[in-house]
């Protein structure tokens, strides 16, 4: 009788151990942050009516082609948009012509980002349509053929036209480049 009590209790505690590794090794959660090293200097908005470029120059940035400086707030908030995306989880990895249309990635619905420091692209977003819940979108990251759903509205924060990222101050001579 002690022998089999020996044998019994020693064969609980290794499936407990066993267990306990399994909780450990399997406990990874679909949630995963893609974080950039490096800050843009140069970001690229394109959707079906028009692309925006954004430059710095000299710590200010500034809308390419036209005279306007671009709000800080904005691009700060691009910026942290294009530097820490935070996705839940990937919801397809095929380029099928229908998937692509469910989750609104086809070119014509699509926001395309792209980010550059000293002219090499260090992010590439494709945003979709917003899911079930309007805090999240369907994007591809990169050239990722995963179709991941990304919390935070991003499609919210990059459909901007030159109007909404245009500095707005009450004299003309500081919202304009100097010529």
Not at 66 to 93: H, M, P, Q, R
Request: hydrophobic share 35%.
């Amino acid at each position: 009788m002690k022998t089999r009590k020996i044998i019994l209790l020693s064969s609980i505690a290794v499936l407990i151990f066993i267990y306990g590794i399994q909780l450990i090794l399997n406990n990874k959660s679909p949630i995963k942050i893609y974080k950039l090293k490096e800050t843009p200097n140069k970001i690229t908005i394109t959707n079906q009516n028009n692309e925006i470029t954004l430059e710095k120059m000299e710590d200010i940035w500034y809308i390419k082609n036209t005279d306007f400086l671009a709000d800080e707030d904005i691009i700060e908030e691009f910026i942290d948009s294009i530097c820490n995306i935070k996705t839940l989880g990937i919801v397809s990895n095929s380029n099928a012509e229908s998937e692509l249309e469910r989750y609104g990635l086809n070119e014509i619905k699509t926001i395309k980002v792209n980010a550059f420091n000293s002219d090499k692209t260090i992010r590439s977003i494709i945003i979709g349509k917003d899911s079930v819940s309007p805090d999240h979108n369907y994007i591809r990251i990169d050239s990722s053929q995963n179709t991941l759903l990304a919390a935070g509205n991003l499609r919210n924060i990059f459909d901007k036209t030159i109007d909404d990222i245009k500095k707005e101050t009450d004299s003309e001579d500081n919202t304009t480049l100097d010529k």
